[in-house]
């Protein structure tokens, strides 16, 4: 298609070219025709002008024409007349057309040797002027003059004729000046009239070949790295495809995926994220083979297409550098940029042998390399299908109770130490499922932040978990769990305030549970945010103790309200090694106590659990053993009024302890 523009582009531009050549060429000729038309007919107006002006001034023509001398009369007209500019000849012929008077500007008188003028002898015999014009070809003629040959009648015959020479070489050369001046202004004008059309048309030819090629490019490229685009991928997979029977080889498909990339453009803006996707395409085009592609998704998805493999060990050592090339470092301004990354490796023919089957398996396999801990590379197996509609049915189930507030709340009670007093209730979030079950949050929430909807369900939850609490004793407080990625949006202080005010809770009332992955990750702005909820006084309660990334410099990082031991331990203080948990649960609630922060132990299911958690003296407790998590209707006044009243250290009753799943 470029090809066919170009020709017929230069086409154009030829004919143009040649149509100016010819309009020029036609111009030139007209003109020249026409001046030389003018000057001749002017030559031939001036010469009759002063032949007739000698014949009329001239009283003895006849005589001179018979070979006499002229008069004294004449002689003084013919002297004055050879002085004049442009006449430079006077001749007066016989009747049969021999020159008798020569006037010139050499001399005035008669000639010694008369010479014949067929064009005199031709005036007087057809008894009509006769004039030409002529090029000068010696010294004493002009280069170009005009002779006019008059009949002299006298009595009705001819008697001689009178012949002016007149120069006019300037005339003619005034004319020319003329002529050229109007060639050049016509010539000009044409060129602008034609010229300026031409050039705006070769200028939007040229603008459209150039978006036609943009156009074709953008079709098969990404704009912003240059990469080929899903289109082109699918179109040069398919041909690869179509080939592997005959070649022999295998095709890996590697699905790249910057992790956490989202969190580069929210921090440092989307100049730095375009910043890093460039240089991401930079990188992987660095080790790739001639036969092999690279192609760009959209956001920051890659793929690779590494040609003529003979095995999974070529793929993964591929991959392998893949991770290790897009993992260095990179500047940008005064930031250093550290990127994990993620790929999932399909093989061709045998996991899929058409592209989008391909490319779905190597999608797959980039998911379970996420869900696995990331910064890895992951082959698809046929049983990720089965994870992949799972996942989708179960992101089906969160998009719709997020939207239709189908989500649960359930509550699991806390105890003081003993279990004589019932403190509060923790806020759990459940998933109804199609069959009635419940899902449990480790199976949704991780999904629910991926989809990004985390903030829309836990402002339900707290405004929910609030309303629920007003309707609780006054001295009962309310539990909620928060998210990390809740914090990212920077809106969590607005969040909580909201659920305060709409439910009239007292901030006293409210505690919220964080996990320490958010003060491994934390931020200048997640401290504020921290600090900010802690005036508006509600408890804050670091979650999980014990357990990931834990530090003790958490402790006074921020001044947490509670620490909430971890159910781990818990479940491991009756087997073998349990001495060495008991001393490590008693060292944190010591050092909690040192630090005036309650300690909450969770996971508590049976009595002797809880008569160790006793003897050490937690602050509170909390598992099935005193309470199982229940729905907010069977939180009742009644219900309260029982737990306080319980004995020390006895089995939650049978509504308590229902297992919700």
């Known amino acids: 298609m470029s090809y066919l523009s170009d020709i017929t582009w230069r086409r154009g531009v030829v004919l143009l070219i040649v149509v100016m050549l010819a309009l020029f ?39 001179i024409a018979a070979g006499e001398l002229p008069s004294v009369q004449s002689t003084a007209f013919l002297e004055a007349a050879r002085k004049s500019r442009q006449v430079f000849r006077y001749v007066i012929f016989n009747r049969r057309g021999y020159s008798q008077f020569v006037a010139d500007r050499h001399q005035v008188g008669s000639v010694d040797m008369s010479e014949l003028s067929a064009q005199a002898a031709r005036a007087v015999n057809s008894r009509q002027t006769v004039i030409d014009t002529a090029e000068g070809n010696d010294p004493d003629t002009p280069a170009y003059y005009a002779r006019a040959y008059v009949p002299v009648i006298v009595d009705g015959q001819p008697v001689g004729a009178v012949a002016a020479f007149v120069d006019e070489t300037e005339q003619r050369s005034r004319f020319e000046r003329t002529f050229l001046i109007a060639v050049v202004a016509l010539s000009a004008l044409t060129a602008l009239s034609f010229g300026i059309p031409a050039i705006a048309w070769y200028r939007r030819t040229r603008e459209k070949q150039q978006s036609d090629r943009r156009i074709r490019y953008l079709a098969h490229h990404d704009a912003l790295t240059g990469l080929t685009n899903r289109v082109r991928l699918i179109e040069r997979l398919e041909n690869v495809l179509a080939l592997l029977p005959s070649l022999g080889t295998q095709l890996a498909v590697h699905f790249v995926d910057l992790d956490h990339f989202k969190d580069v453009n929210d921090s440092l803006g989307h100049d730095c994220g375009d910043f890093l996707l460039r240089n991401t395409a930079e990188r992987l085009r660095s080790i790739v083979r001639v036969d092999d592609v690279v192609a760009r998704l959209g956001g920051d998805e890659f793929v690779v297409l590494q040609a003529h493999v003979v095995s999974k060990v070529q793929a993964q050592h591929f991959a392998d550098r893949i991770i290790s090339t897009l993992s260095q470092p990179l500047q940008f301004g005064p930031h250093q940029l550290r990127v994990e990354v993620t790929v999932g490796i399909a093989m061709a023919p045998q996991d899929g042998n058409t592209a989008e089957r391909v490319l779905k398996s190597a999608d797959l396999a980039l998911y379970t390399g996420k869900a696995a801990g990331r910064h890895c590379a992951h082959f698809f197996a046929p049983e990720m299908d089965d994870a992949l509609r799972d996942r989708l049915a179960l992101e089906k189930l969160i998009r719709e109770a997020a939207a239709e507030g189908r989500f649960e709340l359930y509550y699991q009670p806390v105890f003081e130490k003993g279990g004589t007093r019932l403190v509060g209730y923790e806020t759990l979030l459940r998933l ?230």
């Open 25 to 63: 060429a036609g111009t030139w000729v007209t003109m020249r025709w026409t001046t030389l038309r003018l000057v001749h007919d002017d030559a031939r107006a001036n010469a009759l002008d002063w032949a007739d002006f000698l014949a009329a001034n001239v009283s003895d023509l006849k005589e």
């Open 432 to 661: 109804p499922a199609p069959d009635g079950s419940l899902i449990l949050p480790d199976r949704f929430i991780s999904l629910a932040e991926e989809m990004r909807l985390i903030d829309k369900i836990g402002a339900w939850v707290l405004n929910q978990a609030c309303r629920t609490a007003m309707t609780w004793p006054p001295d009962l407080t309310v539990a909620v769990n928060l998210s990390p990625a809740q914090f990212a949006s920077g809106d969590i202080v607005k969040t909580v305030a909201g659920a305060l005010k709409a439910s009239g809770l007292p901030p006293s009332r409210l505690e919220l549970e964080i996990v320490e992955k958010l003060l491994l990750d934390s931020s200048e702005a997640t401290m504020r945010q921290l600090h900010a909820l802690k005036e508006l006084g509600v408890s804050i309660v670091m979650d999980d103790f014990g357990t990931g990334y834990s530090s003790l410099s958490y402790l006074w990082k921020f001044p947490f309200d509670k620490i909430k031991i971890d159910r781990s331990f818990i479940q491991h203080l009756e087997n073998t090694g349990s001495r060495e948990v008991e001393t490590v649960v008693k060292t944190i609630i010591a050092l909690g106590r040192e630090l005036n922060m309650r300690v909450t132990v969770e996971g508590v299911e049976t009595r002797p659990q809880a008569d160790f958690l006793n003897s050490v003296e937690a602050d509170q407790l909390q598992g099935f053993y005193f309470g199982r998590p229940m729905p907010a209707s069977e939180v009742a006044a009644n219900t309260v009024a029982d737990l306080r009243k319980a004995p020390s250290l006895i089995p939650a009753p049978a509504n308590m302890r229902r297992a919700v799943g």
